[in-house]
């Protein structure tokens, strides 16, 4: 082939992957841009239950909580939403909505620190610091009558709590380092020329999954440490969060882990498997 029609496939090609490069940024720009106050309260104005924004400090930072119930009915249980890297209180809004876990719970989710519209990128520096976070917003909570949901690396935080949950159910959770794939993809996070076209909050999950890698080390004991009773939902195709990691807690664990595997299932569970989650909330909330 000659030299010229070499320097033309490659300019097409380079070009062709620019194009796709750019869409996928689109997209995720469109994806996962961290909504407003104002965004939040229309995806629910189609729905029964309308939900009540609340704001904690943290450590001199907001934290953004929203609230199916204006006033916690103690009587009932209460279940808490984590999410993942990246993520935001609205990935369990199908949750939140749900008519039936509303009648049988006080329900709350919030946008851990550098995923609102507020602090974007913004994040905290430690699991240790977002366990903190995550306790005082139960502080006015009782926790033996608390479920706690954790899904990716919001699972990663409510298994390294050592309170004592009604429940723990943990959705392809993250607890072994040296089981985290390293995709060739989180190199535009680093690069100097491409790190300024990805979203904040992609830059900021990069940083929190390079960091898993060491951190989660200092945190094998305390797995096995956990007093609560453990569910997780896991499928055995997550390339995110290897499947492994749910056969892990399996053997620390013992009696006090139960594991719902979804055959060929990947890290998408939370919204494809949305009836599955959501019956096994409900059945939590009998026991």
């Known amino acids: 082939m000659k030299k010229a029609g070499l320097l033309r496939i490659l300019k097409i090609t380079g070009g062709v ?5 750019i869409s996928a940024l689109i997209a ?8 407003s106050d104002q965004q939040i ?8 239950q309308q939900p009540h924004i609340d704001r904690l400090s943290f450590q001199g930072r907001e934290v953004r909580l929203i609230k199916m119930q204006a006033v916690d009915d103690k009587e009932l249980p209460t279940i808490v939403f984590i999410h993942g890297s990246p993520g935001s209180s609205m990935d369990f ?3 939140l909505k749900d008519e039936d876990l509303n009648a049988q719970a006080n329900l709350i989710a919030y946008d851990r620190i550098g995923y609102s519209d507020r602090d974007a990128g913004d994040i905290l520096p430690s699991l240790e610091l977002e366990v903190e ?6 502080k006015d909570q009782n926790n033996k009558n608390t479920i706690v949901v954790g899904y990716s690396y919001g699972g990663t ?13 943990a959705l392809a959770a993250a607890v072994r380092g040296d089981l985290e794939p390293m995709f060739w993809a989180l190199n535009l996070c680093r690069w100097d020329l491409t790190r300024p076209l990805v979203p904040k909050v992609l830059l900021a999950a990069a940083e929190e999954k390079f960091r898993h890698v060491e951190e989660l080390k200092a945190y094998q004991s305390r797995w096995s440490g956990s007093t609560s009773e453990v569910v997780s939902v896991h499928g055995t195709s997550d390339a995110i969060v290897p499947y492994q990691n749910s056969l892990y807690l399996a053997d620390v664990l013992g009696e006090r882990f139960a594991l719902v595997t979804l055959e060929e299932g990947n890290h998408a569970l939370l919204w494809t498997h949305f009836e599955t989650i959501r019956d096994l909330l409900l059945k939590s909330l009998k026991k």
């Open 17 to 21: 992957l620019l194009i796709l490069f």
């Open 41 to 48: 309260l229309r995806a629910f104005e189609d729905g029964q």
């Open 28 to 35: 995720a720009y469109r994806f996962i841009s961290p909504k």
């Open 133 to 138: 976070l995550l306790h005082e917003i139960l």
């Open 157 to 169: 935080v409510m298994m390294a709590s050592p309170l004592d949950f009604k429940r723990k159910i």
């Open 93 to 95: 809004k199908r949750y």
